[in-house]
Structures are given as C-alpha cells and as structure tokens.
C-alpha cells in the first residue's frame, strides 16, 4: 500500500495543483485551452509514437491483453445497452453516462503505468491504447447519437483523425519497419514526452467543475460506482479467465479503474449530450479515483 501510494499520490497532487491555478487564474484564464491543444496534438502523441516505435511486440502475452481489452470493453457495452433499455435513456443522457463507464483519463492512466513500472509497462499500456481509444470513441459517439441517423463516414471520421490514434498507429509501423528512432530522433521525442504528462495532469485539475455537482447525486454516485468499481472488478475477472501474467493484469484493470476523460465534455457538448450530468461525472470520479484507484490496487496485488 506505501508503494502504491508513493507512486500514485504525486499524480493527483498535479491534479490538485492544475485546479488551483486556474482558480486563480494563472497564468491566465487563456493559458490552459492552449496548453491542453499543444499537449493533445504534439506533447502526448509523441509520448505514444515514441513508446509503440520501440516496444517489444513479440511479448507472448500481447494477443491475451488484446483479447481481454476487447471482451472487458464489449460486456461493459453490452452491460450499458442493456440498462438503456430497462430506463430509456434519450440518447443525450445514454451517452454521458456511457462515457462515464466506457473513457479513461490517459494522461493518469500513463502516468501511473510508467511510476508503477516504468518503460516496460508504458509500452503495454501504448499498445493497449492502439485498440482501447479507437473503440471507446466510436461507442461514445454511438451512444449519443443512437436517436438520429448517422453516417458511417460521420462515425469513423473524427476516429481516423484522431492525434493519438495516429500515433499509435505510425509508431507500430515503425517498430514493425525496424527502422527505429535514429539521429536522435529518440531523444527529441523523449522530450516532448517528458512535458507531457505533468502538463496534462496539470490540465485535467484545471478541467474540474465542482460547481457542476448538484441536481444530479444519484446517477453521479451509481455512474462513479460502476467505473470505479464494477468495471475493474470485470476486468479483473477477465484477465484470470484468460490467464494474463500478473503485470498484464495490473495495467489492465489500472485502466478499467481510471475515471472518464475530461475531453468527454467536449464531444458531449458537441454532439448535443447532457453537458452538466458530464461535467459532474468527470469532476466526481477524478476527485474518488484518488481513494479507489489505490484500494484497487492494493485489493489486487494484495
């Protein structure tokens, strides 16, 4: 627990520290949307080209972290659609709640991968992303926009342009060129990396909306329930069904216990979803996964 909590407690104190500033308004109120632009389009792709261009994917255990990632994703899916049905949600408010249980924070989730295990483990959780951020974003945008009619170009469109899907997908490429990171180009991308995390850690506690918390108690507490705890305990199983070793099961349900993104707010916004139930759910599971992301932890490798 010591470990685990020397480990994880610098990350939320960046979180604590992002949401301070912006209350306070410094730098200035501008700062962040440009902070997170840079951070989304050059700092943290580059973390995940570089991770991917140099990971060993000949580890015998990538096609079971695959499969678990795809079966843990589409029993939380099934799980969703199924309560759509017995509450009838519209579609605005389907889709907040399913990014609720569906979105992980991947600044956090990468950050805590590599304090926990360093490059090896942040190579793993690269490619885990490869497959995670593509099928959780084509869901979200399913789920808020199951009551109108939308193309299949309209769907894949923002995936396919999408920075971190890019990245993941080049930096595979390059590892399987065996062209490598020569010139030192490795070392330019460790740079940007370097930046990255602590930045978006820093914008994701300038993200918070504490004001956005009321009117909505109960679907805020059952949502940050589901994600904090159900979902990792089905990816808990998963993982022994299919016989993960010990550090692919770590990272994996790691990532089921993380809370949403906060960019979920955007794409809510966007596609006319229920802003104010995200906003909660994003500020609610942020400030619990400080408690229930080590208990997690320590209930697994306990």
């Not at 017995?86 to 408010?93: I, T, V």
């Not at 789920?143 to 469109?157: H, P």
Request: aromatic share 8%; glycine share 10%; proline share 6%.
């Amino acid at each position: 627990m010591t470990t685990l909590l020397l480990a994880l407690w610098p990350l939320f104190a960046l979180i604590v520290a992002g949401y301070f500033l912006r209350l306070r308004a410094f730098p200035s109120e501008e700062f962040w949307p440009g902070a997170e632009r840079i951070n989304y389009f050059v700092l943290f792709p580059a973390l995940l080209f570089s991770s991917l261009a140099t990971a060993p994917l000949d580890n015998p255990a990538l096609p079971q972290l695959a499969g678990a990632v795809m079966l843990g994703l589409g029993l939380a899916w099934v799980g969703l659609l199924i309560a759509k049905r017995l509450r009838g949600w519209s579609a605005g408010r389907f889709g907040a709640i399913t990014q609720g249980v569906l979105r992980f924070n991947t600044y956090l989730g990468l950050a805590a991968v590599g304090s926990l295990f360093g490059k090896e483990g942040l190579a793993l959780a690269a490619l885990m992303l490869a497959l995670m951020v593509p099928t959780v974003n084509v869901m979200s945008v399913w789920a808020l926009t199951a009551e109108r009619s939308v193309s299949v170009r309209g769907l894949l469109l923002p995936i396919a342009k999408n920075p971190l899907i890019l990245a993941c997908l080049t930096g595979a490429l390059v590892n399987l060129s065996g062209l490598g990171l020569p010139g030192g180009t490795d070392r330019l991308l460790g740079l940007l990396a370097a930046a990255s995390l602590p930045l978006g850690l820093l914008c994701v506690g300038a993200a918070l909306k504490p004001q956005e918390l009321g009117g909505e108690i109960p679907a805020l507490g059952w949502n940050c329930a589901v994600r904090l705890l159900a979902v990792p305990l089905l990816a808990y199983g998963v993982a022994v069904v299919l016989g993960l070793p010990a550090m692919e099961t770590t990272i994996l349900v790691l990532f089921f216990a993380l809370p949403t993104a906060p960019t979920a707010y955007v794409l809510t916004r966007q596609l006319g979803g229920d802003s104010h139930l995200m906003a909660g759910i994003i500020t609610l599971q942020t400030l619990l996964a400080a408690a229930s992301l080590p208990l997690v932890l320590t209930l697994l490798n306990g």
